[in-house]
Nanobody, 115 residues
Framework: QVQLVESGGGLVQPGGSLRLSCAAS????????MGWYRQAPGKQRELVAQ????????NYIDSVKGRFIISRDNAKNTVYLQMNSLQPEDTGVYYC????????WGQGTQVTVSS
């Protein structure tokens, strides 16, 4: 019954930064590990970053490690993705969801990296 709303995407030049936000409804948000997923043009949706329920541990795919930072504020029912040193291959629609047991997907937020 968790509902998800992503925001913060936009058009940036290579090397730029964006911060995405995911607002989640639901009383038990704090109990779930959360992740950010990306769907690039012509590709399947993939998990790029995840964070444990209390925020103590994070994990990233190799292509974004060192550039992206996932965080959460359980008091605000919100997950964030700070994206730095953006590259054209980071382009896609970004979604958040519960890791391991996805609920209904939100609208996603478009990130376009282009000069």
């Amino acid at each position: 019954q968790v509902q998800l709303v992503e925001s913060g995407g936009g058009l940036v030049q290579p090397g730029g930064s964006l911060r995405l936000s995911c607002a989640a409804s639901g009383r038990f948000f704090r109990l779930y590990a959360m992740g950010w997923y990306r769907q690039a043009p012509g590709k399947q949706r993939e998990l790029v970053a995840q964070i444990t329920a209390a925020g103590g541990n994070t994990n990233y795919i190799d292509s974004v490690k060192g550039r992206f930072i996932i965080s959460r504020d359980n008091a605000k029912n919100t997950v964030y993705l700070q994206m730095n040193s953006l590259q054209p291959e980071d382009t896609g629609v970004y979604y958040c969801n519960i890791v391991g047991r996805n609920v209904e997907w939100g609208q996603g937020t478009q990130v376009t990296v282009s000069s």
